[in-house]
């Protein structure tokens, strides 16, 4: 198959004139003389192997990620999965002092949301980025007294402890007291107002903020203001095995709710608390809270919630889909299944078999003896509209990476299409959003591979098996642990996904359509002796 397309004879040529400069080839001119020179050919080969299918990847390690997912996302081919954390507080003061007479007044919970303001002041607006969903849920939040340890025991203590997404029912085999608990939890976009109407008012990004109910007021005087002076509040390290964390639980109400991703080195817990005021006159008024007010102090210290967090998921996956996933076709599926949270992962294999024996497919020696010019070479994934209901719900990128050593392509590291402050707009030219149709459902991804294929082909690079998840963030390229190994000696899967509650399901390599298939569509220039 010829193909003519003068941009892509451009691009070429280009690279041509980089690769005469770079190695010193003995090439005599590089212009408008080699479009009409017949020694030069440029086609496309879009007939390479390619085989895919999807694995359960649960249970994963969840603790030391970037963000938390709270809430319940429900997903019509992946069912409904709730999403709970367990969180362990530090005191951002150590060995605290408390003054005459103190006496808690309130105690805040701050979760912040991520979002984006535009405007200042009165008419500083917010939009709310991480949401999904729009129904409300049941929220919980409990005293934990399960103890999160910094190392493993198990490996002398020399390793990081690790804690999965499947040990929620653990967690709750420890909770304790009932700090909070609402029906009708549901992210707004509207700022809290502290000290509204007063010199020192203020004005906060959006957030959960809420007063924790009587028994945490409780909790708190037992477990910090009485125990002022005493080694647990020396240091961190001693108050995270005496006030051991917080719970919260979220469930879904009629199988329907919203989740939110959460950044928790900025959450908090403020211990709003009265004492004397000692730089007061007279010693009355220094006595008995209930005297004299003008000669009492607000004072707050402040808990955040950046120790080790875990998430735990509940998901209902449909058991059949289970069943599936479990068990692939790994001779190339019809549909590939990409799923975030503790969900699944794709196994993409290029290039066909190794018939020989000699580690090397048949299909990629015989390319290799081409000595093609690689122009260009890109992965397109089209999406099973008739499973995908389409709209806001589609993850909008996905990411490629290489599977057998974990890390991201050579493509991903050469992407310099990084616009400041937009995750969205990432490293598109590697690893391209989600297209739409005219009614906004996704039809495609496409993934440019250039450089990898061109590796393959040219410098003998090792053919390994790639990757493919849903991601929340192209610029996450971190990596989780899986709890058990999976075939093929799988053990770890991109941060990325852990973080994305959403799924979509693209057309494999064996569809019941053969134009839906995937492609490796690669563009070259062929150079004849």
């Not at 649960?58 to 938390?68: E, K």
């Not at 906060?204 to 203001?225: D, G, T």
């Not at 005297?291 to 967090?309: A, F, V």
Request: net charge negative; charged share 20%; aromatic share 8%.
């Amino acid at each position: 198959m010829k193909y003519t397309n003068p941009l892509y004879k451009l691009s070429a040529l280009l690279f041509l004139l980089f690769i005469v400069t770079s190695c010193q080839e003995d090439f005599n001119s590089v212009g408008s003389d080699i479009i009409a020179d017949p020694n030069f050919e440029f086609d496309l080969y879009d007939q390479a192997s390619v085989l895919a299918y999807s694995r359960r990847a649960f249970p994963v390690q969840t603790n030391n990620l970037s963000a938390y997912q709270l809430g319940v996302y429900k997903d019509p081919v992946y069912g409904t999965t709730e999403s709970s954390i367990l969180s362990q507080l530090t005191l951002n003061q150590t060995n605290p002092t408390f003054g005459e007479n103190p006496e808690i007044k309130r105690v805040i919970l701050n979760l912040p949301y991520f979002s984006t303001s535009e405007g200042t002041g009165d008419d500083q607006t917010f939009t709310l980025d991480s949401i999904f969903g729009e129904t409300p849920i049941k929220l919980s939040v409990y005293e934990s007294n399960f103890f999160l340890r910094d190392f493993d025991p198990t490996s002398g203590f020399d390793s990081p402890q690790l804690y999965y997404s499947n040990q929620g029912p653990i967690f709750q085999n420890f909770l304790g007291e009932l700090l909070f608990e609402t029906d009708s939890f549901l992210p707004s976009n509207i700022p809290p107002i502290i000290n509204e109407g007063e010199e020192n008012e203020e004005r906060l990004s959006p957030r959960l903020r809420v007063e924790l109910n009587e028994a945490a007021v409780q909790l708190f005087k037992e477990k910090i203001l009485e125990k002022e002076g005493s080694d647990v509040l020396l240091n961190n390290t001693n108050f995270k095995n005496h006030f051991r964390g917080i719970y919260f639980i979220a469930e879904a109400i009629n199988n329907e709710g919203n989740m939110v991703l959460l950044d928790l080195n900025n959450a908090s817990i403020e211990m709003i608390y009265e004492k004397d005021d000692d730089t007061a006159g007279g010693g009355a008024g220094r006595m008995h809270s209930s005297r004299m007010e003008e000669d009492r102090i607000e004072e707050t210290l402040t808990l955040s919630l950046n120790g080790i967090n875990v998430n735990t998921f509940k998901n209902n996956l449909p058991s059949e889909l289970e069943n599936l996933l479990n068990n692939p076709n790994t001779s190339g599926a019809e549909n590939l299944y990409l799923k975030g949270g503790a969900g699944t992962l794709t196994v993409i294999e290029l290039f066909g078999d190794d018939l020989n024996g000699n580690n090397i497919s048949d299909e990629l020696e015989d390319l290799r003896s081409k000595k093609w010019i690689i122009n260009e070479a890109n992965l397109t994934f089209k999406v099973n509209k008739n499973i995908v209901s389409g709209g806001s719900s589609e993850p909008e990128r996905i990411f490629l990476y290489d599977l057998n050593n974990n890390r991201v392509l050579v493509d991903y590291q050469l992407d310099n299409s990084t616009p400041p402050n937009d995750l969205l707009n990432f490293k598109t030219n590697h690893l391209g959003r989600l297209q739409r149709d005219a009614n906004e459902k996704g039809e495609s991804y496409r993934l440019r591979i250039t450089n990898h294929i061109s590796n393959l082909i040219n410098r003998d690079s090792t053919n390994v098996r790639l990757g493919l998840v849903v991601s929340q963030n192209i610029n996450l390229i971190s990596s989780q642990a899986l709890q058990n190994t999976l075939p093929l000696g799988i053990e770890r899967v991109p941060s990325a996904n852990v973080v994305s509650p959403q799924g979509t399901v693209l057309h494999g390599t064996n569809p019941s359509n053969p134009d839906d298939k995937v492609k490796l569509n690669i563009y070259y220039t062929e150079i004849n002796n």
